[in-house]
């Protein structure tokens, strides 16, 4: 088992920066692929950002050149850095661990291909 706490959240203008944090505590491996998703009122949860290895991460069309996925893997911590907000981005984000597959091969959008989840961290732009 992992357990998954998001932080970083809050409300921000448009054109601000905010960065996440997901802390990993229990069953963690430096191994595996990790991810951020977001869901805003009334749309499905949509990738964001993945990470297989320091060399190979994915982003979501929508947050290319502005978002930025790392990880630290002594602190056991998953980050999200956001620049360039926009009211689009208004949703809760969680981050997410895939425990199956270890060393992580490929930076994975899809929802399905994770099986831990955190409880999630607001974020809300405002123009």
């Known amino acids: 088992q992992v357990q998954l706490v998001e932080s970083g959240g809050g409300s921000v203008q448009a054109g601000g920066s905010l960065r996440l944090s997901c802390a990993a505590s229990?069953?963690?491996?430096?191994?595996?692929?990790m991810g951020w998703f977001r869901q805003a009122p009334g749309k499905e949860r949509e990738g964001v950002a993945a990470i297989a290895s320091e060399t190979t991460t994915s982003y979501a069309d929508s947050v290319k050149g502005r978002f930025t996925i790392s990880k630290d893997n002594a602190k056991n911590t998953l980050y999200l850095q956001m620049n360039s907000l926009k009211p689009e981005d208004t949703a809760m984000y969680y981050c997410?661990?895939?425990?199956?597959?270890?060393?992580?091969?490929?930076?994975?959008?899809?929802?399905?291909?994770?099986?831990?989840w955190g409880q999630g961290t607001q974020v809300t732009v405002s123009s």
């Open positions: 229990g069953n963690t491996h430096s191994g595996y692929c």
């Open positions: 997410a661990v895939n425990t199956r597959v270890a060393p992580c091969a490929k930076s994975e959008l899809a929802s399905y291909e994770y099986n831990y």
